[in-house]
Nanobody
Protein backbone atom coordinates (compact mmCIF):
# COMPACT_ATOMS: atom_id res chain seq x y z
CA UNK A 1 0.00 0.00 0.00
CA UNK A 2 1.31 3.43 -0.92
CA UNK A 3 0.05 6.92 -0.19
CA UNK A 4 1.60 9.84 -2.05
CA UNK A 5 0.71 13.29 -0.74
CA UNK A 6 1.45 16.58 -2.45
CA UNK A 7 0.26 20.16 -2.68
CA UNK A 8 1.91 21.78 0.31
CA UNK A 9 3.79 25.05 0.16
CA UNK A 10 4.56 28.44 1.65
CA UNK A 11 1.62 30.87 1.64
CA UNK A 12 0.51 34.00 3.42
CA UNK A 13 -2.25 34.28 6.00
CA UNK A 14 -5.65 34.08 4.36
CA UNK A 15 -4.47 32.11 1.35
CA UNK A 16 -5.71 28.73 0.15
CA UNK A 17 -4.06 25.42 -0.66
CA UNK A 18 -5.30 22.09 -1.93
CA UNK A 19 -3.57 18.93 -0.79
CA UNK A 20 -3.89 15.67 -2.70
CA UNK A 21 -3.13 12.11 -1.67
CA UNK A 22 -3.05 9.30 -4.20
CA UNK A 23 -3.61 5.85 -2.71
CA UNK A 24 -2.61 2.56 -4.31
CA UNK A 25 -2.45 -1.07 -3.28
CA UNK A 26 -5.86 -1.44 -1.64
CA UNK A 27 -9.57 -1.16 -2.39
CA UNK A 28 -9.77 2.58 -1.93
CA UNK A 29 -13.55 2.90 -2.13
CA UNK A 30 -14.05 0.49 0.78
CA UNK A 31 -11.79 2.41 3.18
CA UNK A 32 -12.32 5.63 5.07
CA UNK A 33 -9.51 8.17 4.85
CA UNK A 34 -8.25 11.09 6.90
CA UNK A 35 -5.81 13.96 7.14
CA UNK A 36 -3.66 14.59 10.19
CA UNK A 37 -1.01 17.21 10.82
CA UNK A 38 2.01 17.60 13.03
CA UNK A 39 3.62 20.89 13.93
CA UNK A 40 7.18 21.12 15.21
CA UNK A 41 7.35 20.06 18.83
CA UNK A 42 3.74 18.89 18.92
CA UNK A 43 1.96 15.59 18.63
CA UNK A 44 0.23 14.51 15.46
CA UNK A 45 -3.37 15.75 15.49
CA UNK A 46 -6.53 14.88 13.64
CA UNK A 47 -7.70 17.32 10.96
CA UNK A 48 -10.43 15.77 8.81
CA UNK A 49 -12.07 12.43 8.06
CA UNK A 50 -14.00 11.10 5.08
CA UNK A 51 -16.03 8.05 6.02
CA UNK A 52 -16.58 5.61 3.19
CA UNK A 53 -20.31 6.28 3.55
CA UNK A 54 -19.67 9.87 2.52
CA UNK A 55 -19.95 11.56 5.91
CA UNK A 56 -17.20 13.97 6.84
CA UNK A 57 -15.83 15.10 10.20
CA UNK A 58 -13.48 17.91 11.15
CA UNK A 59 -11.39 19.13 14.02
CA UNK A 60 -12.93 22.21 15.60
CA UNK A 61 -9.85 24.24 14.68
CA UNK A 62 -10.45 23.79 10.94
CA UNK A 63 -14.23 23.49 10.75
CA UNK A 64 -15.63 25.94 8.21
CA UNK A 65 -12.23 26.51 6.59
CA UNK A 66 -11.11 23.05 5.44
CA UNK A 67 -12.97 20.57 3.24
CA UNK A 68 -12.08 16.92 2.77
CA UNK A 69 -13.21 15.18 -0.38
CA UNK A 70 -12.26 12.19 -2.46
CA UNK A 71 -12.48 10.80 -5.98
CA UNK A 72 -12.87 7.05 -5.87
CA UNK A 73 -12.25 6.78 -9.61
CA UNK A 74 -8.81 8.34 -9.09
CA UNK A 75 -8.12 6.70 -5.70
CA UNK A 76 -7.37 10.16 -4.37
CA UNK A 77 -8.36 12.09 -1.26
CA UNK A 78 -8.13 15.88 -1.11
CA UNK A 79 -7.95 18.57 1.55
CA UNK A 80 -9.06 22.02 0.47
CA UNK A 81 -7.72 24.57 2.94
CA UNK A 82 -9.05 28.13 2.91
CA UNK A 83 -8.35 31.17 5.04
CA UNK A 84 -5.11 29.66 6.26
CA UNK A 85 -3.63 30.86 9.52
CA UNK A 86 -0.07 30.68 10.91
CA UNK A 87 -1.27 28.05 13.39
CA UNK A 88 -2.08 25.77 10.45
CA UNK A 89 1.66 25.45 9.79
CA UNK A 90 2.56 21.77 10.00
CA UNK A 91 3.42 18.67 8.04
CA UNK A 92 0.16 17.23 6.72
CA UNK A 93 -0.31 13.47 6.43
CA UNK A 94 -2.98 11.46 4.70
CA UNK A 95 -3.95 8.09 6.14
CA UNK A 96 -6.20 5.11 5.55
CA UNK A 97 -8.44 3.98 8.40
CA UNK A 98 -7.76 0.29 9.02
CA UNK A 99 -8.75 -0.51 12.60
CA UNK A 100 -12.34 -0.96 13.71
CA UNK A 101 -11.11 -0.91 17.30
CA UNK A 102 -10.17 2.77 17.23
CA UNK A 103 -12.24 5.77 16.29
CA UNK A 104 -11.29 8.14 13.51
CA UNK A 105 -9.55 10.92 15.53
CA UNK A 106 -7.10 8.39 16.96
CA UNK A 107 -3.91 8.03 14.95
CA UNK A 108 -3.64 4.43 16.13
CA UNK A 109 -6.61 3.58 13.91
CA UNK A 110 -4.49 4.11 10.80
CA UNK A 111 -1.99 1.56 9.52
CA UNK A 112 -1.11 3.28 6.24
CA UNK A 113 0.29 6.81 6.05
CA UNK A 114 1.56 9.12 3.38
CA UNK A 115 5.01 10.69 3.57
CA UNK A 116 3.72 14.11 4.58
CA UNK A 117 3.66 17.45 2.83
CA UNK A 118 4.78 20.69 4.47
CA UNK A 119 2.36 23.60 4.78
CA UNK A 120 3.80 26.88 6.03
CA UNK A 121 1.62 29.92 6.60
CA UNK A 122 3.41 33.22 7.14
CA UNK A 123 1.87 36.08 9.09
Amino acid sequence: VQLQACGGGLVQTGASLRLSCAVSGLAFSTHSTAWFRQAVGKEREFVAYFRRSGHTYYADSVKGRFTISRDNAKNTVYLEMNNLKPEDTAVYYCAVHTSVLSTYPNALAYKYWGQGTQVTVSS
